[in-house]
C-alpha cells in the first residue's frame, strides 16, 4: 500500500523588455546633394536589442521568438492627419519619404508579444519643413541601470555640407546625487563642434558620447538626457535653412 501527495508549483514568468532605439526625436524631412538640391530621405527604427527576461539581453529578439509591430500615424494639421497610417514588423521599421511629412509629428506605436506576455511603448518623431542637423543618442544597455555604475550613453553629430553644427548634452529631467549638475560628473565633454563638411563628401558621424561618473544616479529615479545638435547661423548656405 502506498499513500501520494501532490505539490503544484507555478513558476514566475518574466517580462518582455521593449527598446526602441533612434525615436522621440527630430528628423530632418530632406538632405542636400552635391548640387545643393534637395533629396527626401527615409528614418529607421529599432527595437533588435528587446528581449525576453526569462532569457536575458544576450538573447536577440528574433532569436528569442518575440514578435515586433509597429503602427504609425501622422499628426498636426489636417494634411498631415490625412496622411495613411503605416504599419511593419521586424526588428526594424522604416519611414520612407519623410519629405511627405513637413510640419507633421508621427506618433509610432510598438508592441512586443511572444506566448502570452505584450508589452507596449511609443514614441514620436517630429518632421520639421526644413533642412536639421543629425545627432543620435541611445544607452549602450538596455534594462535598469545599477546606480553603482559608470553610466555611458553613446551619441553622435553629422557633419552637415548646410553649416557648422554645434551638439550638447544636458539633463533634462531626474536630480542627480548631492544636486551636483551634469557638468561636475561627466568624464566627456558636454558641447561638440564640428565643422561644415565639403558638398558631396561622405560625411561620417563624429563620436559624442556622454559618460558619467559612478555612484552620482540615486536609486529608482528615472532620468532623461537630451543630445541636442544645432546649426551655428552664421555658418548657413545662403536659401537653404
Known sequence: LTTTTSVDVVVESLDLVLDVLFCNRSVSPVTIDATGSEVGQSHTISTEFSYDDN???SVTADDAGIYLNYTATPGGDAQCEALPTLTGDGDE????NLADYRDCTI???VQA??????????CYLDVP??????GDAFRESSGKVPPGDKLVLRGSVTPSSVGNVTGYWSLESGSLVGGVPLVGVARTNLALAVPMAATGSDNDAVEFDLVLEPDVLVQRSEYTFRLLA????????????
Open 55 to 57: 532569457l536575458g539581453p
Open 93 to 96: 521599421f522604416t519611414i520612407p
Open 107 to 109: 506618433d509610432v506605436a
Open 113 to 122: 508579444s511572444k506566448d502570452t506576455r505584450t508589452v507596449r511603448g511609443s
Open 129 to 134: 519643413d526644413v533642412v536639421i542637423p543629425e
Open 230 to 241: 544645432e546649426f551655428v547661423e552664421e555658418s548657413l548656405m545662403e536659401g537653404v535653412v
